[in-house]
């Protein structure tokens, strides 16, 4: 079993729409949690992090947070074209502060 | 959010040689820094942890001796790609925080080595 789990996708949704990213992670001591999204050829950008159950807004960004399922998500509102990325989860190891990374979700927001 | 700066953003360079990658953080200082690398279509891979003023920790399987890192600085920690082949050809990315918790991505090096 991987660390971090993502489905690689593509998850392909219109213009507008809510997109929907799911990660799952096997440390049940994790404790800090952290979405990036990463463009073709550039670096990964932090756009949420979280570290207690339940939901963390920002803007249209929404993450989600359930410990006792060990599952992480981010909800994009009115999705647009240029949200059209990969989207990196990532999860601190409970000793080392070491990022693990998923394998990342591609997302897809069609005109 | 914390400004990560690399150094350079490409280089080409011909098998056998060595090449150096600057991270800089520039508005804050940081006594740890973060070496990935990735890979097409991959996603990152941890090489090491660069502590400022002691050596560096590794991650399985990433030769020490290869890959040189340097953190002289609370603002500036180097990797040295030495003897550079055609398969360390990727994408090195550092980052670096102002706090415990988040991390900051600099922009990326893209190593060619022909």
């Known amino acids: 079993q991987k660390e971090v789990e993502q489905n690689s996708g593509p998850l392909s949704v219109p213009e507008g729409a809510i997109a929907s990213l799911n990660c799952t992670y096997s440390d049940r001591g994790s404790q800090s949690f952290f979405w990036y999204r990463q463009y073709s050829g550039k670096s990964p950008e932090l756009i949420m992090s979280?570290?207690?159950?339940g939901d963390k807004e920002d803007g249209r960004f929404t993450a989600q947070l359930n410990k006792a399922s060990q599952y992480v998500s981010l909800l994009i509102r009115d999705s647009q074209p240029s949200d059209s990325a990969t989207y990196l989860c990532a999860v601190r190891g409970r000793n080392t502060g070491k990022l693990i990374f998923g394998q990342g979700t591609t997302l897809q927001v069609k005109p | 959010g914390a400004v990560v700066s690399q150094h350079p953003s490409r280089v080409i360079c011909k098998s056998g040689t060595s090449v150096k990658i600057e991270c800089r953080s520039l508005?804050?200082?940081?006594?740890?820094m973060f070496w990935y690398r990735q890979f097409p279509k991959q996603s990152l891979m941890l090489m090491a942890t660069s502590n400022e003023g002691s050596k560096a920790t590794y991650e399985q399987g990433v030769e020490k001796d290869k890959f040189l890192i340097n953190h002289a600085s609370l603002t500036l920690s180097t990797l040295t790609v030495t003897s550079a082949h055609p398969e360390d050809s990727s994408f090195y990315i550092c980052s670096a925080g102002d706090s415990p918790y988040e991390q900051y991505f600099g922009p990326g090096t893209r190593l060619t080595v022909t």
């Open positions: 508005d804050f200082q940081a006594t740890t």
């Open positions: 979280i570290y207690s159950n």
